[in-house]
């Protein structure tokens, strides 16, 4: 009849941030509430039907993006995709230099060797990592054999006010999104990494380790396939009894990180690898409150400064610029968050620091630093 | 702020008109002008200069069920959210402002049905920052720019209440879709017009990016006086007329056929089944869904329709006495 009955999920979006436990509220109102819809839906049936806006009229539709289309050579056109060697998308970059050089999320890519760039004119090329910044989670790559390439032109953040509209990209760089700054701008502390388990000491048959008594929605144990009453072992390469270990093992890591980790399921050791994510993240959706995130950033915080937007992106256009009406960069997109959340590095936080580290790159001559 | 006591006659019609309106605009909608940069550039100058008007009246409400969000509506305090905020009437809520100074306020009555409700601040003699509420709900139409407030995720000093500007989706009868994204946190947060009057209030979304959902002011304007004495509206639709339990559509040969028959309804019981034509009401002849719609409601609970259908085929006529619409039996 309507979207309504189309959808998997719905969600009443009174949500209890950190705690979690509340999460029962929520889902009886997900039942309460898809009732009322299809109510709704009779009623609106029984009049005369609504007109529904077409999506091109939308905010991120054709006709509204119209709007941006000048901006092309200052946005989509610096813009460059990373990916995997089979030519699976991972993230998204910003053209810094015409001689090959662009900017990316780090923790998107650990290894630069698996992964190639692809420009918009379709041209691809290994890359090579020149600098990575953990703190900023940056890494400056160049792209080997390329020159001519249409870098970025820079503006400053430190104007921009809530509620101005931002510009930026999607789909690898195909594509131009409209949002705006949607809320102050500010540092944005860490919590560590996680892997999204609950854990318990006592273990069947005295095996030293410890036992998963709960994993979160869409976690990173999830992901790797770890199942409740899995014993884990051995945490990259160190043996655990302790939940406390644990913990600090995997929490002093960074979001994006691999690490090994072994374990008992039904008197059968196995190991697996997990790609850490921010502990943040993790505990907010334990429950999969955000269900309807598109996706978020394996790292979503630690930032020492962000521009927060609500440009509808997903996480694999992280790393690409974030202009203004006048096509000027003024950030790049870092992380996304949570379904109405994106957050940006400001050109100030990086740029001058990215500036020496190509410098450092170009003098001495590349002969020497080539692999 | 008081409601007149022929309201719900008059929201019917008003809606009924803009629905004419709608119609007679539906040639024009195709050419909607390609957005230009000047055209972003106003709406992104208009929201600035309303949001350090309409922003101070927001407010973020901690409940034991979680956080969510508010708005408030007059100087004396009293609040706008969501139903499934509070829950039920009577309950106190933990209320903080922008700056981050903490109040309580009390739960009045809601409306489950279309998950409207309303609160008091406990200081009454205090002014407080407030917005004005849109009493126009029809002009809300598919295609106007919005903006939303809202503290998703809960309350967080350092970033402030989060701001999303977009457009209105649609228009059904109690609720507002737009593509303002929302999320845990949002609900019961106000959605903006550009005069900075409150259209919305942020209650629950689907899946995509732009399936969000508002309530109305409909039914805070239907059942404002009802809330105010804490009541609990658990009935969509009372004094819309007397219940059949069908859903209609215009089939490919322009009839009027029944989509759907509710469970239980006086509908079903009479016989009348999914796929049957309605040919006339009371020997009035049936064209379209609107006159349909209008004649039921014209009936009281009670009250006996003569339904002339054509199933398979055949002409049958029926006689279905209208009832009170059911409670709602997920409580």
């Known amino acids: ?371 | 702020m008081q409601t007149r006591p022929s309201f719900r006659l008059i929201l019917i019609s008003i809606l009924l008109a803009g629905q004419v309106r709608g119609e007679e605009q539906r040639p024009r909608a195709p050419k909607a002008p390609q957005t230009d940069l000047a055209t972003l550039r106003r709406i992104q100058t208009d929201v600035q200069k309303l949001l350090p008007q309409v922003r101070p009246a927001l407010v973020a409400i901690q409940t034991g069920g979680g956080t969510a969000s508010g708005v408030i509506i007059s100087a004396d305090g009293l609040l706008l959210t969501a139903a499934h905020v509070p829950g039920d009437p009577g309950k106190d809520m933990r209320v903080i402002l922008e700056d981050g100074s903490v109040t309580t306020a009390k739960s009045l009555g809601l409306d489950k049905t279309t998950d409207a409700a309303l609160a008091q601040l406990k200081q009454r003699e205090k002014p407080w920052p407030f917005v004005k509420l849109s009493r126009e709900v029809i002009k809300a139409q598919p295609g106007e720019w919005c903006f939303a407030l809202g503290h998703p995720g809960g309350f967080d000093k350092s970033r402030g209440p989060v701001l999303r500007v977009g457009k209105i989706i649609k228009q059904t009868a109690n609720s507002l879709h737009t593509d303002c994204v929302l999320m845990g946190g949002d609900s019961g947060g106000p959605l903006f017009n550009f005069t900075g009057e409150v259209i919305g209030i942020h209650s629950q979304i689907w899946e995509n990016r732009d399936q969000n959902v508002h309530v109305s002011m409909a039914p805070f304007l239907r059942s404002w006086e009802a809330m105010q004495k804490s009541q609990v509206i658990k009935i969509w639709g009372v004094g819309a007329g007397g219940y059949l339990g069908v859903a209609t559509v215009m089939s490919d040969d322009v009839e009027l056929e029944v989509a759907d028959v509710i469970d239980d309804s006086p509908a079903q019981k009479a016989g009348v089944r999914a796929g049957d034509v309605i040919l006339s009401v009371n020997d009035d002849a049936m064209t379209d869904q609107q006159q349909f719609t209008a004649t039921v409601r014209s009936k009281a609970a009670g009250d006996t329709l003569k339904i002339k259908l054509r199933s398979g085929g055949k002409e049958r006529e029926l006689a279905v006495k209208l009832a009170q619409k059911p409670q709602e039996d997920s409580e």
């Not at chain 1, 409740?228 to 009894?241: C, Q, S």
Request: proline share 6%; with cysteine.
């Open chain 1, 1 to 371: 009849m309507t979207s309504a009955e189309t959808c998997a999920r719905a969600s009443g979006i009174s949500n209890a941030s950190l705690e979690l436990r509340h999460s029962f509220t929520l889902r009886k109102f997900v039942i309460r509430h898809s009732a009322v819809l299809l109510l709704s839906s009779f009623f609106a049936l029984a009049d005369t039907p609504l007109p529904t806006l077409p999506p091109e009229q939308r905010t991120n539709g054709k006709q509204t993006l119209s709007a941006v289309s000048p901006l092309k050579p200052l946005t989509l056109d610096c813009t460059a995709r990373i990916e995997s060697v089979l030519g699976r998308p991972i993230c998204t970059a910003t053209i810094v230099g015409a001689d090959g050089y662009v900017l990316t999320k780090a923790s998107e890519v650990p290894d630069l060797d698996k992964a190639r760039v692809r420009f918009a004119d379709d041209r691809t090329a290994a890359l090579r990592e020149v600098h990575r910044e953990a703190r900023l989670d940056l890494v400056l790559a160049q792209a080997v054999g390329i020159t001519g390439l249409p870098a970025v032109s820079l503006g400053a953040s430190k104007p921009l006010t809530l509620g101005q509209w931002l510009c930026s990209t999607t789909d690898a760089g195909k594509e131009p999104r409209i949002g705006i700054v949607s809320a102050a701008r500010r540092a944005i502390p860490g919590t560590g990494a996680a892997l999204g388990i609950r854990m318990d000491e006592k273990t069947p048959k005295e095996v030293k380790g410890v036992r998963i008594i709960g994993i979160a929605s869409e976690s990173p144990a999830e992901i790797a396939g770890l199942q409740e009453n899995d014993v884990l072992l051995n945490i990259a390469g160190e043996a655990v009894a302790q939940y406390r270990r644990v913990h600090e093992l995997v929490n002093k890591r960074q979001p994006g990180e691999v690490i090994e980790v072994r374990y008992l399921r039904k008197d059968k050791e196995e190991t697996c690898r997990v790609r850490l994510a921010s502990r943040t993240k993790v505990l907010q959706n334990w429950e999969g409150e955000d269900f309807a995130n598109g996706g978020i950033s394996l790292r979503s915080d630690n930032f020492p400064e962000v521009l927060q937007h609500d440009i509808p992106l997903y996480p694999s256009d992280m790393g690409g610029p974030v202009t203004t009406l006048e096509g000027k960069v003024v950030g790049l997109n870092i992380a996304r968050v949570d379904r109405v959340t994106t957050f940006a590095l400001p050109v100030e936080a990086f740029w001058t620091e990215a500036q020496q580290w190509i410098k450092a790159d170009r003098h001495p001559p590349k002969a020497v630093l080539v692999k």
